[in-house]
C-alpha cells in the first residue's frame, strides 16, 4: 500500500534485509573430506564440501518491513544518503552503531526526529513516531544481540554483514 510524505510524495512498501556471511578454506582437508558444522542464528547446519574447496554461507539475520528510520540511516551511514537498492557491505561495529542510536532513541524519545527520523508522517506533515516506530527499535536491537551472542561465540573476523533494500 502505497502513501503520501509531507510533499506529496508516494512512498511506497520498503523491505530490507541483513545478511550475515562467513567465507573460509577448511584448515586440513587436502585429502579428505570431513564433516563441518557451521552454527547461525538458532540453527546449526551440516555439510560435507568437495576438497579444496572455498565456502561460503550466507544467511539473512534480520529483516524489516517499512522501517523507514532504520533503513534511513543505513542510507546515511552506508550509502551516502542515495538510497539506493543495493548490498552494502558492513561491519559489525557498524551494526553496534545502530543499536546505540535505537537505545538513545527508546531512552529519550525526544531525540527520535534528530538521530532517527522516518518518512511515516501523518495528514500534516509530522513525522510519525508511534507505538510501532518504538517497537521496531526494539527489534532491531534484539536483532543485533542475537548476532552479537553468535560473534562472540565464533571468531567474528571472518563474518562479514550485508544491508539491502528494495521496494
Given amino acids: 500500500m502505497s502513501m503520501f510524505n509531507k510533499n506529496n510524495i508516494i512512498i511506497m512498501g520498503l523491505d530490507m534485509c541483513l545478511k550475515r556471511k562467513v567465507s573460509f578454506y577448511p584448515n586440513g582437508r587436502k585429502d579428505k573430506k570431513e564433516e563441518l558444522t557451521i552454527t547461525g542464528i538458532g540453527k546449526e547446519i551440516k555439510i ?88 521496531e527499535l526494539r527489534q532491531t536491537i534484539e536483532m543485533i544481540d542475537e548476532m552479537k551472542k553468535i560473534n562472540d561465540k565464533e571468531d567474528g573476523d571472518y563474518y562479514y554483514y550485508s544491508y539491502s533494500a528494495w521496494w
Fill in 48 to 135: 560435507t564440501p568437495p576438497l579444496l574447496s572455498r565456502i561460503i554461507v550466507e544467511e539473512e539475520v534480520g529483516c524489516w518491513r517499512n522501517s523507514w528510520q532504520i533503513h534511513e540511516w543505513f542510507a546515511r551511514h552506508l550509502q551516502e544518503e542515495l538510497n539506493s537498492c543495493q548490498e552494502y557491505e558492513l561491519s559489525f561495529d557498524t551494526l553496534l552503531e545502530l543499536r546505540e542510536y535505537c537505545i538513545q532513541v527508546l531512552s529519550k524519545n525526544n531525540l527520535a526526529e534528530e538521530l532517527l527520523p522516518t518518512y511515516n508522517t501523518d495528514k500534516n506533515g509530522n513525522m510519525l513516531f508511534d507505538d510501532t516506530y518504538f517497537e
